[in-house]
């Protein structure tokens, strides 16, 4: 992830130095120096990454090393960044509710901060659901308020918060905003410190957890505040956090975002979590042509059509289409080469490393006995409509379903794909009348990391038993093992042209 992090903040910084050059007098030194760091810190990491996956291991790559040189790294970028963000948003600008410049800040906050300050500018539509989550955000009740965004990977749940935080009414409203961000190596002091930097400037980190957790609840629970936590991944987390939130504070919200449906109902039983649509086709077309053409342009006719389908097939998910709108830049206006992106969207968006490492976030968070279930998922045809019948019964068939005390085989996968619905990785088509999956169905982009996860040499998970797709049939080589209905109205896995 960090890779991608950085990879994105460095193409944004370069953007920033050409189109907005009027707006970085005399922070240029400064970012170009931003830059060169930059720089030196993506090919280090993208060049570790890549031994590391080829199983190399030389005295630079390992974990000693690596630790050392980042560490070294990212001290001397956090000034620099700090100063020349300064110097574009003024002195009152901080990151996750603090100075960048302050001791214990950390790294993870600033690119993660950074990278939605800088793409700010091409935040395209969701003014709906915008308006949905301010109207929450104003609902008086009668204790501390948490609501939460719930999503699959890359639909841009962040970003939404994000625009809610700069919100000139919600500036209003709520005297005290904070930022949080919930790093992958979680640590709750770091957040508890991170709150606190918003009321005081005296170094906290002295203190003891519980000191901090005392220190927290008593600014939080004097007035209005409205604390935004991005990526919240589990239950644990939250619990953690929870401890220093005060309850009886009903002037207080707390908004987070996290890709798990079950962490997000458990913040607050009272309101259920706002799942985050995915993009129309006029948001997506209209994002495409801002992330291709820039502010005020539009694609010319002679390339409309083709820069539509390409726009229709990213399936209403804002990071596809960013990283396909930074594909079709490279190929200029050429329509042959459009034609070849047109051809083949989820491939292209899957080569993009950003794809690839906010994907690997949420299968790495998964249970070893997940992991394979959802890999299988890589073997539909694309836009396929899946019996959940035949799917559970073909992991079965497999062996990735494991027998559990006083639970069939059928009842373990029924939940397993329950969880993997959960996680937002893998969408409920249609449901039965007592609320269990009848079909199910799993985006592009998520289809084919599933696809070359199987298919890497770490994994290799389908080399013995491919497969096959035949005439509507899903046929397993394990056993001869054949399905096409459930008894009773499961149908056969089906491909629809999705809208």
Not at 225 to 233: G, H, R, S, T
Not at 434 to 452: A, L, W
Request: contains cysteine; negative net charge; proline residues 3%.
């Amino acid at each position: 992830m960090a890779e991608a992090a950085v990879t994105f903040l460095l193409e944004n910084v370069k953007k920033l130095m050409v189109e907005r050059a009027s707006l970085i007098s005399g922070a240029e030194r400064e970012l170009k120096q931003l830059e060169n760091d930059l720089e030196l810190m993506n090919a280090f990491l993208i060049e570790h990454s890549d031994n590391q996956e080829k199983g190399l291991s030389s005295q630079s790559c390992n974990n000693v090393d690596l630790a050392e040189k980042v560490k070294e790294l990212r001290l001397q970028l956090e000034p620099t960044f700090a100063k020349a963000m300064n110097n574009l948003n003024g002195p009152s600008q901080s990151v996750a509710g603090g100075s960048a410049a302050t001791q214990g800040t950390s790294h993870h906050n600033i690119l993660k901060k950074a990278a939605v300050v800088m793409r700010g500018d091409n935040v395209v539509g969701f003014a709906d659901e915008e308006a949905t989550l301010i109207k929450y955000l104003n609902e008086k009740t009668e204790q501390l308020d948490v609501i939460s965004i719930v999503g699959m990977p890359g639909l841009g749940k962040t970003t939404l918060a994000y625009k809610i935080y700069r919100d000139t009414e919600i500036e209003f409203e709520f005297p005290v905003l904070i930022w949080v961000y919930v790093s992958q190596e979680f640590n709750v002091r770091e957040v508890f410190l991170t709150i606190l930097k918003k009321f005081t400037r005296e170094d906290m980190s002295g203190r003891d957890d519980i000191e901090l957790v005392q220190l927290v609840r008593s600014h939080l629970e004097k007035g209005r505040f409205l604390l935004f936590i991005d990526d919240v991944w589990t239950l644990e987390v939250w619990r953690q956090i929870e401890a220093a939130l005060p309850k009886n504070n009903k002037l207080g919200k707390v908004l987070i975002t996290s890709r798990h449906e079950r962490v997000a109902k458990q913040t607050n039983r009272n309101r259920e979590p706002h799942k985050l649509r995915f993009m129309t086709f006029d948001e997506s077309w209209e994002l495409l042509q801002l992330e291709v053409f820039g502010k005020g342009n539009t694609c010319p006719k002679e390339m409309e059509g083709l820069g539509q389908h390409i726009a229709r097939q990213c399936g209403g998910v804002p990071l596809a289409v960013v990283v396909i709108g930074g594909t079709l830049i490279e190929k200029r206006l050429d329509k042959r080469e459009w034609e070849k992106v047109s051809d083949s969207v989820s491939s292209y968006v899957q080569e993009d490393r950003r794809t690839t490492n906010i994907i690997s976030l949420s299968y790495n968070k998964l249970p070893h006995n997940l992991k394979d279930c959802f890999l299988y998922l890589g073997m539909f045809p694309e836009d396929t409509e899946i019996s959940a019948w035949n799917l559970t019964r073909l992991w079965i068939a497999e062996g990735f379903i494991q027998q559990k005390p006083g639970r069939s085989l059928e009842e373990v996968a029924e939940d397993n794909l329950g969880d993997l619905v959960a996680r937002n990785l893998v969408m409920a088509e249609k449901t039965k009348a007592n609320g269990d999956i009848k079909t199910c169905r799993v985006h592009d982009m998520i289809r084919e990391f599933c696809q070359n996860e199987a298919a890497s040499g770490k994994k290799n998970l389908f080399q013995e038993e491919r497969q096959e797709m035949q005439g509507g049939e899903v046929r397993g080589r394990r056993g001869g093992f054949k399905l096409k209905t459930s008894p009773g109205d499961a149908p056969s896995s089906s491909s629809s042209t999705s809208s």
